[in-house]
Structure formats: structure tokens, C-alpha cells
């Protein structure tokens, strides 16, 4: 037999133990190229693409949008043509082998012929029943009037990616309300965005928080030698935690930095180090939504959240997720509380009796003569969070 090579899922990253067959390039039996790409598999953090080290023929071990664990053989390449239909009959007499061994009742036999069911749907099962076929057909039934959407391997990735963070996590969440005057991001080259500041503010308080550029593990807590900073990007591929580089100290960088990882992400040339992070930050400062709980990334002990920018008194809310395995409420807290002051300081409106105007005369404070325990009154609606100064509250 001329076997070439065997191709195989390749680990790369220690946080999966799988990934998804996302895209076949190839048909089985194909002639192949050296370095061409065969398929495409995805892990929760990215997307690879398998090639051939050698010319010659296909034979795929794999099926599209299934999962396999790392080290599973998906491709053998073969010399001669043939050599892949020999493989395919041996596995073929195998599965008949298999097949032989199960016991199936002569009405089982008659409901799975009726219904040109492949036997393989059974797989697992040594005796086969009328009425384990009679619950598969009332279960395909079932199926048949609900409107099912299959999940992408991405999809899927991210899922288990999830499941298997909350399975090592105790995560807790507070909240802060941070004042920021937008104004300074019209000229950035990320327009109006309040996320660089949060990054660059993060990066340098977090050296005085070492707790949260963390993770629990065994019963320790590993502390990591290096700030990275992940942001957590969904443009419609799958969410994916991105690295940063490591210059935070210039606004002007860290803008380019995100954009260029847009740019990856768009064009899937996603690669490991880019995964590679130890705090993440989420921002729907864009979208309307108040404030959130996020997600903790694996190997993490704590998630930024930034919320909707609230126009009408120049303020955020900010949330912080971590885990209770390594630090507590009070840690947390100070650090969101030096957070907010620390953006205040440089960048919340200077005048702070101008932040708050009257939401029915739209006069501002400073527009009254009389200060002293004057006020506003805060207004709560469908709309969000405004103010009435206290003549049209109490209706003058």
C-alpha cells in the first residue's frame, strides 16, 4: 500500500479538545496537489487549514460540520488511486463485520426497510427492536414540524468553549457608572468609540491588580507574568477573544492594533498568538443596551463589560465579571472604583455642572441663579435616564 501521509487535527491551543470540519476543499479520491488546502477545521478560538505535504490521491476519513478530537486522522494521501478504494472496501467489509454482530427482530427489519432507514442510525444498539425504530420515527417526526437551524462548527466551538469556563468558574458581577466626554473620540480613527481609553486605563491599573491577570486551576492560582489584553470580537463569524499588542501607552496604536484585528478576523488569517490573552474586554457601547453581564474567557479571572454611552448626561456603566476562585467583591470593587476615577480625571467634561440639563427647559444648573439646594430630579423611562430641574417638577 503507497501510503504518503497521514493528516491529522492538530492541537493548538490547550483550551479545546476538538474541532469542527468547517469546509472540505476536496472530494474523496481526488488527485491533490502538494501544499494545497484539503479542508478547514475550527476550534473556539480559530480557524486552520489542512494541506498535503505531498502529491497524490485523497481518501478523507471525515464528514463536513462534524467534530473530532484532536489527533483523529481526517485525510490519508496515497500514491496510487486505487490504494484509496482498496482502504474504502477494507472499511466497508469492516462495518459489514460490525453490522452482522447486531440482532434486529423481523419488525424492526420491516419498519427500517419501509422506511429506507439506514441501519447506521442504530449505531450503538446490539438488538434492535420494533419499538427502538418506532421511537426514532416518532422522533424524526417531531423534528419535521419545528423549524431547526443547525449550528455552524464555530457555533458549536463557542459553545463548548463556554461550558467547559463555567465548569472551572464561581463568576460574580458588579457594576460602576463612568462620566466621559465623547466628544474627544470625533476625530480617532475609531470614531466615537470609548473603547482604546478603557484599554489603555486597564492596562495600567491592572499591575496594582494582579488577582485579576489570573486564573484558577487544581486548587492554585496561576498569576500571569504579562498583561495581554483580549477584545472580544462578533462581526457574524463566530465571537472570537483577539490579542492586543503590547503598546498601550499611545491611544494612536492601540486604535490601529484593533483594527487590525478586525481586518484578521474578517479575512480568517486568525493565527494562535493572536489568542493568546489573560484579560478580556467586550464593548457594546454601540448598541442599546444599558449594561450586561459578560462572559469570563477560559484561563481568565475577569471580564470587562463597557455598556451603552447614555447622550443626555455623558456616562457609561461598566461591568466587571470575575471569579469568586480568586479574588472577592472588595478587590473588585476598589478596582472598578479607581477605573472610574481614573477616566474621570482625563476625560470627563470639565465642567461638571454642565453635564446635567433639564430635560423640559434644557437648562443646565449654571443657568440658575440660585445654587444652593436647588437640584434635579431624576427621570427614569422607556427612553433611559434623564433629569427636570425642580421649577418644571413641581410645575412653575
Keep these: 500500500m503507497s501510503l504518503l501521509e497521514r493528516i491529522l487535527i492538530p492541537k493548538e491551543n490547550a483550551n479545546d479538545d476538538s474541532a469542527i470540519i468547517t469546509s472540505l476543499n476536496k472530494v474523496d479520491q481526488s488527485f491533490v496537489k502538494k501544499d494545497e488546502v484539503i479542508l478547514e477545521v475550527t476550534t473556539s ?50 462495518e459489514k463485520n460490525e453490522k452482522s454482530k447486531v440482532v434486529i427482530t423481523k419488525p424492526a427489519t420491516k419498519l427500517i426497510e419501509e422506511n429506507s432507514l439506514d441501519i447506521n442510525l442504530f449505531k450503538g444498539l446490539e438488538f434492535i427492536s420494533e419499538k427502538n425504530v418506532l421511537d426514532f420515527l416518532k422522533d424524526e417526526k417531531s423534528k419535521s414540524n419545528n423549524n431547526i437551524t443547525k449550528l455552524d462548527g464555530a457555533k458549536l466551538n463557542e459553545i463548548d468553549y463556554l461550558e467547559n469556563t463555567y465548569n472551572t468558574v464561581i463568576p460574580s458581577t458588579l457594576f460602576n457608572t463612568v462620566h466621559f466626554d465623547k466628544q474627544i473620540t470625533k476625530n480617532n480613527l475609531l470614531k466615537n468609540s470609548i473603547l482604546p481609553y478603557i484599554i489603555q486605563e486597564s492596562y495600567f491599573l491592572l499591575k496594582s491588580y494582579p488577582k485579576l491577570n489570573a486564573y484558577f486551576n487544581d486548587n492554585q492560582i496561576y498569576f500571569y507574568p504579562e498583561i495581554k489584553i483580549g477584545v472580544a470580537l462578533d462581526l457574524d463569524k463566530g465571537l472570537r477573544v483577539l490579542q492586543l499588542n503590547d503598546d498601550y501607552k499611545n491611544l494612536d496604536n492601540i486604535q490601529k492594533n484593533i483594527l487590525l484585528l478586525i481586518d484578521k478576523y474578517l479575512d480568517n488569517k486568525i493565527k494562535k498568538e493572536d489568542t493568546m490573552t489573560t484579560f478580556t474586554i467586550t464593548d457594546l457601547s454601540n448598541y442599546s443596551i444599558d449594561f450586561f453581564v459578560p462572559v469570563i474567557n477560559y484561563k481568565q479571572s475577569c471580564v470587562l463589560g463597557i455598556g451603552k454611552f447614555n447622550e443626555t448626561n455623558n456616562s457609561f456603566i461598566i461591568s466587571c465579571t470575575y471569579d469568586h476562585k480568586v479574588t472577592e467583591g472588595k478587590y473588585v470593587s476598589n478596582f472598578l472604583d479607581e477605573l472610574k476615577e481614573n477616566i474621570e480625571n482625563k476625560y470627563s ?48
Design 45 to 94: 478560538k480559530i480557524t486552520l487549514e489542512l494541506t498535503s505535504n505531498y502529491d497524490g490521491y485523497l481518501k478523507l476519513n471525515c464528514e463536513l460540520k462534524q467534530k473530532y478530537d484532536f489527533g483523529y486522522c481526517v485525510a490519508e494521501i496515497y500514491s496510487n488511486k486505487d490504494d484509496t478504494l482498496n482502504t474504502s472496501k477494507e472499511e466497508n467489509k469492516s
Design 349 to 396: 467634561p470639565q465642567d461638571g455642572n454642565n453635564l446635567i440639563e433639564c430635560k423640559s427647559c434644557l437648562k443646565k444648573l449654571d443657568d440658575f441663579e440660585v445654587k444652593n439646594n436647588f437640584g434635579f430630579i431624576t427621570v427614569k423611562d422607556n427612553h433611559g435616564e434623564s433629569y427636570l430641574c425642580r421649577n418644571c417638577f413641581e410645575g412653575y
